[in-house]
């Protein structure tokens, strides 16, 4: 029964179900108060299957000037005027008929036929007013309702979108900075350099399939994480000291691919690249009233508007904002006098 229900349009499924009603109802009536006679079941007749044929041709007049399609000052006035119209037809049709077929009640036969057209055609207009609105009505909410999913659909298309833009900055930028720091070591170490260029293809190969989801896991980030800064000691040696304060229970916990790198990145470039003298790279991960913080301290000095300065910073903030919404927070500040420190708070609820 269902498959068959499925296989009817809809529209013609409501038709069925109104007319339907609208017979069930009148039938209830005439029994209630004795109406059921060959005049009544002949008028019915004649109204069920005028008012069948001439809703589906106003159906099909409304579809053929395009009403639905235009501004609802235009669509008001052709519900009323198509309603006027076929009420006019419907009335005159039937008064036409029952009067052929001698249908008329007892009422009527006192009437002239101006009057019983009157009537019949004021009927019409209700009926056909009340078929015309919910007509409308229903394309009306079904049109809200695909204006909202095409929005919402919209919405994430622009989003992958963003992301995507974002990710695609993340590699050749990374890159960019890690060949730079190969090539000085080129000359002056081949061995080093060989190692770098190793550790360089173990953060390559873990980025490759990272790049492809929106979050992993804290410990695949501490991953790539390790091998950047294990590059980054060959060229800074002694002049870089580490400091991993991760606790356990985080690394499950979801982070966008590369973040995490980004913000090390970023230490190295302006904090540690930039200090004569040793410097110190501090990374932690806790977990605090149902939030993931993560935070980078480094040796530096912070500079006016931080979060303007670079893409890494600027892109740490975008994309916590379209992977979680309000449910993460981005932000970077001078600690001391001589440590700066980055941080990233993550809802975990």
Known sequence: MRNILNQ????????????????????????????????????????????????????????????????????????????????????????????????????????????????????????????????????????SRKNQLDKLKLEALIKSLELKTIKSHINPHFIFNALNSIRALIDEDPTRARQAVTALSNILRSSMFSDQQETITLEKEMNIVKDYLDLELIRFEDRLKLTYEIEDETLDDAVPPMMLQMLVENAIKHGIGKSVGPGEIIISATEREEKLILKVVNTGKLQTSPIQEGFGLHSTSSRLNLIFGNKASFSIHQLTDAMVEAKVEISLI
């Not at 002949?42 to 589906?56: D, E, P, S």
């Not at 029952?98 to 008329?104: F, M, P, T």
């Open 8 to 143: 009817i349009p809809k529209y013609w499924l409501f038709q069925l179900l109104g007319w339907g009603l609208f017979t069930g109802i009148n039938i209830f009536f005439a029994f209630s108060y004795s109406l059921f006679d060959r005049q009544f079941i002949g008028r019915l007749a004649i109204y069920i299957v005028v008012g069948v044929i001439f809703t589906h041709l106003m159906r099909m007049s409304i579809r053929a000037v395009k009403l639905l399609e235009r501004n609802t000052n235009w669509q008001f006035l052709g519900f009323i005027l198509f309603s006027i119209l076929f009420a006019f037809v419907v009335g005159a049709l039937e008064t036409y008929i029952s009067v052929l077929a001698k249908l008329e009640y007892k009422e009527e036969l006192k009437l002239g036929l101006l009057q019983k057209m009157t009537s019949n055609v004021f009927t019409a207009f209700v009926y056909l007013f009340i078929w015309n609105c919910i007509y409308f009505i229903y394309h009306y909410v079904e049109q």
